[in-house]
């Protein structure tokens, strides 16, 4: 799909989905990018926070007029997962994997956090602010960070990456699926994410709110639920307020 698209390119900024959000219009809805070098409140799932520290990480969002409604997106946020890790794969990263909803990991260890937040008219027009926070080469601000970690650089043994053509590639392939997705949802993507699903038939954990809830891992349905066994039978969980953890 040939489209033009707004670049920003920031040194610091608070957010970039928070720049993007707040230069919408919804009366000339076009695609928007913004890429920063450090975000002082970059945001994760649920007000959840994304260390962003300055240097040479990737803070990345991408503005995307969408029609038909939110209800139209289920599973957007899955596919640009899916996409990153096929974007790293491509670049020399085998070792990627996704823990659903979106996480990215790398050797087991949180690479990358993608946040999507939306605008508009939930039920018809709207614009969905994709944002994605890769970690390419932490310093020691990351020390912060709740869980295992890890970043690019670390693993790749010449030491340098090209932030410029990882993006360029992401967002070229992001496109690509992105006009499937108008068509056909997440649908056609099902496989494919199962295929890097870090977790599958594996027991977990699922918090919802203060709900526990212990299963295995059975991939995903078509619009991107999670398949879970559980002793009753299958059920079905939704992105929201949902964490997963393994048991
Ligand atoms: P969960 O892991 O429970 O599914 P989440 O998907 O809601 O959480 P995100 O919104 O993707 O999490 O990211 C926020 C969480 O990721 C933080 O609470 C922290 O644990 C972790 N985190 C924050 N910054 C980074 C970073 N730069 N690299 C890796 N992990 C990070």
Redesign the pocket.
């Known amino acids: 799909m040939a489209e033009r698209i707004e670049w920003q390119l920031l040194d610091t900024v608070d957010s970039t989905n928070a720049q993007l959000l707040k230069q919408l219009s919804m009366k000339e809805p076009r695609a928007l990018a913004c890429v920063a070098e450090q975000q002082l409140a970059?945001?994760?799932?649920?007000g959840?926070?994304?260390?962003?520290p300055y240097g040479q990480?990737i803070y990345l969002s991408l503005a995307l007029p969408f029609s038909g409604g939110a209800q139209k997106l289920e599973g957007l946020s899955l596919l640009v997962g899916l996409v990153l890790v096929e974007t790293l794969e491509s670049c020399g990263f085998r070792n990627c994997a996704l823990?659903w909803?979106?996480?990215v990991l790398l050797g087991g260890r949180?690479?990358?956090?993608?946040?999507i937040e939306l605008a508009g008219d939930l039920t018809s027009d709207c614009v969905a602010v994709i944002g994605v926070?890769i970690?390419v080469l932490?310093n020691d601000a990351?020390a912060a960070?709740?869980?295992a970690?890890t970043s690019l650089l670390l693993s790749r043994q010449d030491g340098t990456l090209n932030r410029n053509l990882l993006i360029a590639e992401f967002i070229r392939r992001l496109f690509e699926a992105v006009a499937v997705f108008r068509e056909a949802g997440f649908a056609p993507f099902v496989e494919e994410w199962q295929r890097h699903d870090a977790w599958y038939g594996q027991p977990v954990v699922v918090r919802t709110g203060a709900v526990i809830t212990e299963g295995v891992e059975r991939g995903v349905d078509q619009r991107g639920a999670l398949r879970l066994d559980v002793a009753e039978g299958q059920v079905l969980l939704n992105g929201g307020e949902v964490?997963?953890?393994l048991s």
């Open positions: 970059g945001k994760g799932r649920r959840r926070e994304w260390v962003s990480n823990k909803p979106n996480d949180k690479l990358a956090g993608i946040l926070g970690n932490m990351a960070i709740d869980q970690w964490s997963l953890r």
